[in-house]
């Protein structure tokens, strides 16, 4: 599949383009002008704060100065090679960067790796996937709030104990993602294939049977602090957190 065309915009140079209610921003590094409008379109419209980089001259500068919430960078700079750039920006900031290629290479994949890219997506690409693939990483990355009270009990989802009084549980790495997502999503079902795409997005590879495993010691876990009926199964659809 190939970029869709997009309605031309022609956004000001180095500036937010959206209002200052859109909350996250996302840096383009791109020489193909055309391309940086399409790409500018889209984000917009996706609810993103689109920001473009005009000049690459002091770029590593400019861009932590950007404080973006993630970047977009092309491998194809016009002053020098894009896993260069990424390289120095690793030496000053997390910031998640996703990095764009016309090149099909396992090479410029794996450097691209290396040197601290959180994703990488070759030319051309689907927009849909390109937006899915920002959301992934944002979502894998975004700080979280580890300490949570759950019906008197204390959760540290950081260090993977519950505790309530004297007593305390530990949390698997599995049973951990499982609780976050169903704390995150209080008081709705959640689907099976939700949580499969959590575990999936956390790097945890689990068949359904291993799910309802993870589901069955988490439900035992909780009833010894007191919370017997937290996870209330609704069946052929998942589960919900009361």
Do not use: H
């Not at 180095?14 to 859109?22: A, G, R």
């Not at 861009?63 to 002053?79: E, H, T, V, Y």
């Not at 750039?85 to 290396?114: C, F, G, H, W, Y």
């Amino acid at each position: 599949m190939t970029i869709i065309a997009f309605q031309k915009c022609q956004p000001q140079k180095n500036v937010i383009i959206q209002p200052m209610d859109q909350k996250l921003k996302i840096l383009i590094i791109e020489d193909d002008e055309s391309l940086r409008s399409e790409l500018t379109t889209l984000l917009a419209g996706a609810g993103y704060c689109p920001i473009i980089l005009d000049s690459f001259d002091d770029s590593v500068a400019k861009i932590i100065d950007f404080s973006a919430d993630l970047i977009l960078l092309d491998i194809n700079m016009p002053k020098s090679d894009g896993r260069v750039l990424l390289k120095e920006i690793r030496k000053q900031s997390d910031v998640p960067i996703i990095m764009v290629t016309s090149r099909n290479s396992d090479i410029d994949e794996a450097t691209s790796i290396l040197y601290g890219a959180d994703d990488f997506i070759t030319k051309p690409y689907s927009p849909t996937v390109l937006l899915l693939r920002i959301s992934n990483v944002l979502k894998r990355l975004k700080p979280q709030t580890y300490k949570v009270i759950f019906r008197g009990v204390c959760i540290d989802l950081k260090k993977g104990v519950m505790t309530f009084g004297e007593k305390k549980r530990f949390l698997t790495k599995n049973e951990m993602i499982i609780l976050s997502y169903l704390l995150e999503n209080q008081d709705r079902i959640v689907r099976r294939e939700e949580l499969m795409t959590e575990l999936w997005n956390n790097d945890e590879y689990i068949n359904d049977n291993a799910l309802t495993v993870n589901i069955s010691r988490l439900r035992t876990k909780l009833a010894c602090l007191g919370l017997k009926d937290a996870i209330e199964t609704r069946v052929g659809i998942g589960y919900i957190l009361k």
